[in-house]
């Protein structure tokens, strides 16, 4: 990606302080950690660091330019560098993201929901690269400072761009599809992650909504008819709608049938009257779910059926999403990425099914940014899971704690369950329990909770005991 200082000056309510770069950007950074050389530094004020305080930095790096508030112009008149003032550095990202957006020929499609955003991007930006080149959001980065960042980070040359929106508070959806203008929307599940920042859960459908109500009237969007929200999300809309269902409605263009096994998925497609499998890579219904909006859209698109079933068998999960690793004979499942009460639910159902292993045990921690919904939640997750095959449960925190408060009221053995202060604990306690060869564990937790660190810590010193 190349463009100007005059794009630059076009595109964002600034001026150039000094004489503006003559080269063209090679790109975008706000991290001074990943700076390179041609490309244009945003100095972003964060809540525990300033990037202006790394302009010297980013100059130093090989920058070209940087892109800093007035106020730091002001109290560095002379620095040796050509820098772009403007009112807010953040506003600035976005409206330069907005501008190159409008010269970008390639499919747009914006992605967002609750649960499962970043396995549906990766699996359907795989997809698609079966029929064209194909950007997408890197890594997570998917708020107001990563999808800007990402659109950036497109070619002119890309067919398609697969790109996430994440939001946790009131009107940033709307923020984001102005910077994003979607051709097509895909909306995975919707339910209470954020929830505390919302008054309910039908206020997240309808803030998730505005990502297809930035659709245009030739667009498309993509939704699980299934999901308590689907009519709320829905309503009103102009555009195109392509439905699925992983119950199997008979209303839905592409529908879930059940296949009889347990990683196969049946997909009925009545946009092309057809039906055909696909092998999942992972087991579990919420991966099915994942799969299905991918290979909607995909096969809306003209990707060959067998090619969008060969993308999808070869589909490798980020890290920390039911990550697998075996520790001299027991099977460690690390979904510790991140967690909410839709995510936790779903990958409990899929532990709980997995074949071929001797005792089940639970390692979990908290859920973020529930609000007064907090206790309840956890409560309720330790009440759901309670009478399940687990041989242990291990929670972790004080959030973790409630998960145990609520199985302990639901009927679960008190002698099966244990609180752990801290990770380490958690740790120390798997290795001193019985855990033996070709029993399971599941790690799940929000982010914050860093609980793939029991993992780690249980590797450096494990012992464990033989069956019998």
Not at 92 to 115: C, D, P, Q
Not at 411 to 418: A, D, L, T, V, Y
Request: hydrophobic share 45%; glycine share 10%.
């Amino acid at each position: 990606m190349t463009w100007t200082s005059d794009n630059l000056a076009r595109w964002c309510a600034g001026d150039w302080c000094g004489a503006a770069p003559v080269a063209d950007f090679t790109g975008v950074f706000h991290d001074t950690r990943e700076a390179f050389s041609g490309g244009l530094y945003v100095a972003i004020k964060g809540d525990r660091l300033d990037g202006h305080a790394f302009v010297k930095k980013a100059f130093e790096s090989g920058a070209a330019a940087a892109v800093v508030s007035r106020e730091y112009a002001v109290q560095c008149p002379d620095f040796p560098g050509a820098l772009f003032c403007v009112d807010d550095t953040r506003r600035a990202l976005m409206e330069l993201a907005a501008g190159y957006r409008k010269n970008l020929r390639g499919l747009i499609i914006g992605l967002t929901g609750s649960v499962g955003k970043t396995t549906v991007k990766e699996m359907l930006a795989d997809v698609l690269a079966c029929a064209g080149r194909v950007a997408r959001t890197r890594g997570n980065r998917n708020n107001e400072l990563g999808l800007p960042l990402s659109l950036l980070s497109m070619s002119p040359e890309d067919e398609y761009g697969v790109f996430e929106a994440g939001i946790n508070h009131p009107g940033e959806m709307a923020m984001l599809a102005r910077v994003l203008q979607p051709d097509w929307g895909v909306m995975t599940l919707v339910g209470a992650a954020h929830i505390g920042f919302f008054e309910s859960e039908e206020q997240i459908a309808c803030e998730k909504a505005e990502l297809f109500r930035a659709l245009p009237e030739e667009g498309t969007a993509v939704l699980d008819v299934d999901q308590r929200w689907a009519e709320t999300i829905l309503q009103g809309l102009s555009c195109r709608r392509l439905t699925v269902s992983s119950s199997g409605r008979s209303d839905a263009d592409y529908s879930l049938v059940d296949s009889g096994e347990a990683q196969i998925l049946r997909l009925v497609d009545r946009v092309h009257n057809r039906t055909w499998a696909c092998r999942m890579p992972l087991p579990g219904r919420h991966m099915m779910q994942d799969a299905l909006l991918a290979l909607a859209v995909g096969l809306s698109l003209g990707v060959e059926p067998e090619s969008a079933c060969r993308a999808i068998a070869s589909f490798k999960p980020v890290a920390m999403r039911w990550q697998v690793e075996h520790v001299e004979g027991v099977c460690f499942v690390n979904d510790a990425y991140n967690a909410n009460p839709l995510s936790m639910r779903a990958a409990l159902a899929t532990f709980a099914e997995l074949r071929g292993y001797g005792a089940k045990w639970l390692v979990l921690g908290g859920m973020g940014e529930l609000g007064g919904a907090e206790r309840s939640e956890h409560e309720g997750l330790g009440a759901a899971l309670a009478d399940g095959p687990w041989e242990r449960l291990v929670t972790v925190g004080t959030m973790g704690a409630g998960i145990a408060e609520g199985a302990v009221h639901a009927g679960m053995p008190s002698n099966r369950i244990h609180r752990c202060a801290d990770v380490r604990e958690a740790a120390r306690l798997l290795r001193e329990c019985r855990l033996a060869e070709k029993d399971a564990v599941l790690l799940k937790a929000s982010r914050f909770a860093k609980l793939e660190d029991v993992l780690s810590l249980f590797k450096e010193q494990s012992t464990l005991n033989p069956k019998g």
